[in-house]
């Protein structure tokens, strides 16, 4: 023990930001939810079974869905070949598809370090001491045939920093799907109006003579 150490031991600065952690997964794991609905189809809000299957996968299985989508998909599905400033969208393309791969890499990580903090134990007792304001995180794995224990000194600061990289992530790809959006619905719009338009009267063929 140092003369700067203190008693280990929870503060309401640990639980406000466990609590910032949680609120925040479940906004990024919304923002992701409703990203990939932005992203299969323009008129999102008409299908009602894409998320009520949604709803039944794992953080993890959605973040994975929206990935797999992301990469498989070609450039046609958002910007049709002749449609309405193609050459501007398809300059764009490239930087929103990368900052919705920056967001899913973010968010990824993100749901690594808060799964690892609530399945943990925490070594924390006024008879332990440590740093001021510090926590030990324990978690234990079984590799092969022998057990190995991480051990981690967390602060409030420490959980705040993944809450940070939670909002960097939803901002993210929240931004970069309902762009992708835009022009899935711009580009419907434009079938909707073509589909819609009155068709030209074609002349009558002359009657035959008697």
């Given at each position: 023990?140092?003369?700067?150490?203190?008693?280990?031991?929870?503060?309401?600065?640990?639980?406000?930001?466990?609590?910032?952690?949680?609120?925040?997964?479940?906004?990024?794991?919304?923002?992701?939810?409703?990203?990939?609905?932005?992203?299969?189809?323009?008129?999102?809000?008409?299908?009602?079974?894409?998320?009520?299957?949604?709803?039944?996968?794992?953080?993890?299985?959605?973040?994975?869905?929206?990935?797999?989508?992301?990469?498989?998909?070609?450039?046609?599905?958002?910007?049709?070949?002749?449609?309405?400033?193609?050459?501007?969208?398809?300059?764009?393309?490239?930087?929103?598809?990368?900052?919705?791969?920056?967001?899913?890499?973010?968010?990824?990580?993100?749901?690594?370090?808060?799964?690892?903090?609530l399945h943990s134990y925490?070594?924390?007792?006024?008879?332990?001491?440590?740093?001021?304001?510090?926590?030990?995180?324990?978690?234990?794995?079984?590799?092969?045939?022998?057990?190995?224990?991480?051990?981690?000194?967390?602060?409030?600061?420490?959980?705040?920093?993944?809450?940070?990289?939670?909002?960097?992530?939803?901002?993210?790809?929240?931004?970069?799907?309902?762009?992708?959006?835009?022009?899935?619905?711009?580009?419907?719009?434009?079938?909707?109006?073509?589909?819609?338009?009155?068709?030209?009267?074609?002349?009558?063929?002359?009657?035959?003579?008697?």
């Amino acid at each position: 023990m140092t003369h700067t150490d203190s008693p280990m031991d929870f503060t309401d600065e640990h639980f406000i930001a466990l609590g910032k952690l949680v609120i925040a997964f479940q906004n990024l794991e919304e923002a992701i939810t409703y990203s990939i609905q932005f992203i299969t189809e323009p008129n999102f809000r008409e299908n009602v079974f894409l998320p009520v299957v949604l709803n039944e996968l794992s953080f993890a299985s959605r973040l994975k869905l929206l990935s797999n989508f992301v990469e498989t998909t070609p450039i046609e599905h958002f910007i049709p070949s002749g449609c309405e400033h193609e050459r501007t969208r398809r300059d764009e393309y490239p930087e929103v598809i990368e900052k919705l791969r920056d967001g899913i890499k973010l968010a990824r990580e993100a749901e690594e370090y808060r799964n690892q903090l609530l399945h943990s134990y925490w070594l924390a007792s006024p008879h332990m001491y440590a740093a001021p304001n510090t926590v030990i995180r324990v978690k234990r794995r079984t590799k092969s045939d022998r057990s190995v224990s991480q051990q981690e000194a967390i602060t409030p600061d420490r959980i705040l920093l993944i809450v940070e990289q939670m909002h960097s992530a939803r901002e993210k790809i929240f931004m970069a799907a309902n762009h992708l959006n835009i022009w899935l619905r711009m580009q419907s719009s434009n079938i909707t109006v073509e589909r819609d338009a009155p068709q030209a009267a074609q002349p009558l063929a002359p009657r035959p003579s008697p």
